[in-house]
């Protein structure tokens, strides 16, 4: 903690049960001393900093009110809980967020028992918790579980199967939507929740129980009617109609940042409810700090800032962000082709589609959090001949797997994907790594899987998509800037299937798949030196391989060594797969496949991550020594 804060509340708090000996009246103030707190130790890690302001009140007044650990709390999306961290036995280490060895910048189940389970992809909540709420119903153990989600989140489909499912099973589950965009209901005054207090009290929910019982002898289709007829009236008042309809019982909305309205909703939902209840709370991202309040977007996710003036510290990049490039080609290519359109799923500027959009509006969809949708979606457009560009990150097209698979793979409709965040993403760790993409990918039958190496290659690959009219294609770029090197005007369109080559040897050869390539040059700069000729090939493609380019190297060299950045199963496998069945495995050949560790990894720098991964230079030319047992040359391999 830095001295400069002045915290006598948080100083008495290290975990809930703490918090809940200080006094209700007492809560703004212990609410002013955590924001002080969470927005001094963003500004010295970075990390998601506008949610997590905005639930300040929200997450204090449920650790006041619940017995957590006991009772399950559950963050969706997990950025917003970083001031529950700090509450529950973490502030001694709250400095230490998205660092390597530090606290995770989400929920994270080994972290803590406060942390039940695991959030960092969106929607998840409520089914998890609804598991919880079952779980405790068959352990017949007397347990609250509390779902927050955003209201971003609340949009994604997962999220209304599981309040389907919820109101259906009448389970004991406690939702409470953190609506802190308005996109659901406008700020909310003294009526409303007086209107949340009744509505939430013994009296009310008691009369409706046992009005559910006395209709309940009228018969099933006439019950049924009455209890519509007044949940639409109250429905009308509060608002919840919906959210009525799917067997909830609808709170709200109510002010997210005022203790009055918070504290006494939750205790009468805590000791009265039985079934289903949601309840909704409106709050302000950024909540407390001027600039955050000023720009939301910008203060989502900051960089290490100035407290005082809001400034985010910028690194000088020595090329333009693989993303920014993705976003030009792609604008380049529209002005070309009136058929491409783009698609993204909630994250415009952080694909690049912002660009688009500013240029081609009315060509630009942003589905909201609905991967399986946004994947659909563009195979129906393409279905009617255009050319959709779904641009995901590697992590969020996970969960549009089976439509990829089903609705646009076996169908063989052109679907274009650009994939951003592919490899180590750094610090936001293994939930955010884009590890599976090559694989889940390149398995798929007529799918094109292509990996830029570099920001010029990127350009090509853009191009070289949208001229692709006979199947779905992808390609893969890492997040952060690009190596540098000289730009086109405009992509080329590669020959599909067809590699490059970049350096010709006689004894090893390194084949790279993506932005490895770097490191390949660099560590057959090494390996030339130590007097082993060294080839380096820039694969392209991870499907179709470059199958001829292959069979010269395995024919030609000693030692074949593929690299990419992803997981196990990925490019490699391909490679050996056909070298297997072409019988060049037969004669010696020494190949050794480096790729991600068949491990989660937590955030670390990108280049500490490389260096562990063996994915460095260093470890490559490490790979190719123990591959031809060369330490007897008396070259030390530490020191290369």
């Known amino acids: 903690m830095t001295s400069k804060l002045n915290t006598p509340l948080l100083d008495q708090v290290t975990f809930p049960s703490d918090l809940r000996k200080i006094d209700d009246k007492d809560l703004p103030q212990f609410a002013r001393e955590l924001r002080d707190e969470m927005i001094d130790a963003v500004s010295v890690t970075g990390g998601h900093l506008g949610a997590g302001l905005g639930v300040v009140e929200l997450t204090i007044a449920i650790h006041k ?21 700090i509450l529950t036995g973490r502030r001694d280490r709250i400095r230490t967020l998205r660092q390597e060895g530090g606290l995770s910048g989400f929920t994270k189940r080994a972290e803590s028992e406060y942390d039940p389970f695991g959030a960092a992809h969106s929607s998840t909540s409520i089914s998890a918790g609804l598991g919880m709420a079952v779980a405790a119903e068959l352990g017949k153990t007397d347990r609250n579980v509390i779902a927050v989600i955003g209201d971003g989140a609340m949009s994604a489909g997962m999220a209304f199967e599981a309040l389907n499912n919820a109101g259906a099973l009448d389970a004991r589950l406690i939702v409470i939507l953190n609506d802190n965009d308005m996109s659901i209901a406008p700020p909310t005054g003294a009526m409303s929740a007086y209107l949340a207090r009744l509505a939430s009290g013994r009296t009310y929910m008691g009369m409706r129980e046992i009005g559910k019982k006395l209709t309940a002898y009228l018969g099933k289709n006439i019950d049924r009617a009455i209890t519509r007829a007044v949940e639409h009236a109250r429905g009308y008042v509060t608002g919840g109609t919906m959210f009525e309809e799917m067997g909830f019982y609808h709170i709200g909305p109510i ?10 909703v939750l205790r009468n939902v805590r000791d009265n409810s039985k079934g289903p209840v949601l309840i909704h709370v409106v709050t302000q991202k950024g909540k407390g700090y001027a600039p ?4 939301a977007d910008k203060y989502h996710g900051v960089n290490k800032f100035d407290v005082i003036t809001g400034a985010q510290a910028k690194a000088k990049p020595n090329a333009p962000s693989y993303t920014a490039v993705f976003a030009d080609a792609l604008v380049e290519e529209a002005r070309h082709d009136d058929e491409i359109v783009g698609i993204t799923a909630a994250m415009p500027s952080g694909t690049g589609l912002d660009k688009l959009h500013d240029i081609f509006p009315e060509r630009t969809f942003d589905v909201g959090i609905a991967e399986q949708h946004a994947v659909t979606f563009a195979a129906g457009l393409a279905s009617e001949g255009y050319k959709p560009f779904c641009a995901l990150y590697s992590t969020f097209l996970q969960r549009g797997y089976d439509q990829v698979v ?17 490899g180590f993403v750094g610090a936001d760790g293994p939930t955010h790594a884009g590890s599976f993409d090559v694989g889940f990918l390149a398995s798929l039958p007529g799918f094109v899987v292509m990996a830029a190496a570099d920001e010029a290659e990127l350009k090509h690959m853009v191009r070289t998509a949208a001229a692709y009219d006979d199947g779905p294609i992808s390609f893969r770029y890492p997040r952060g800037e690009g190596v540098g090197v000289v730009m086109p005007e405009r992509g080329e369109i590669l020959q599909i299937g067809k590699g490059r080559m970049m350096k010709e040897g006689s004894k090893v050869a390194l084949l790279s798949l993506g932005t490895r390539l770097a490191d390949c040059l660099l560590a057959a700069e090494d390996l030339d030196a130590a007097g082993l000729s060294t080839t380096v090939v820039d694969a392209r493609f991870a499907k179709p391989l470059d199958v001829d380019l292959i069979r010269q190297l395995a024919r030609h060299h000693e030692v074949l060594v593929t690299v990419e950045e992803g997981a196990i199963g990925g490019f490699g496998a391909q490679v050996m797969h056909f070298l297997s069945n072409e019988g060049l495995l037969d004669h010696g050949l020494k190949i050794r496949s480096l790729a991600l560790p068949d491990a989660w990894v937590d955030q ?7 260096q562990h991964a063996g994915l460095d230079a260093k470890g490559i030319v ?14 030390d391999i530490a020191a290369l």
């Open 406 to 422: 089903h609705d646009v793979a076996i169908q063989g409709l052109p679907v274009r994907f650009p994939i951003d965040r592919a």
């Open 65 to 85: 009110v619940f017995n957590t650990p006991d009772d399950r709390l559950i963050f969706d999306v997990g950025h917003q809980c970083y001031p529950h961290k």
């Open 292 to 295: 955050a309040e000023a720009a």
């Open 255 to 264: 002010d997210g940042h005022s203790f009055d309205h918070l504290l006494p």
């Open 622 to 635: 490490a790979t190719v020594f123990k591959a031809l047992a060369h330490n007897h040359l008396g070259r």
């Open 604 to 610: 670390a720098k990108p280049e500490v991550m490389y």
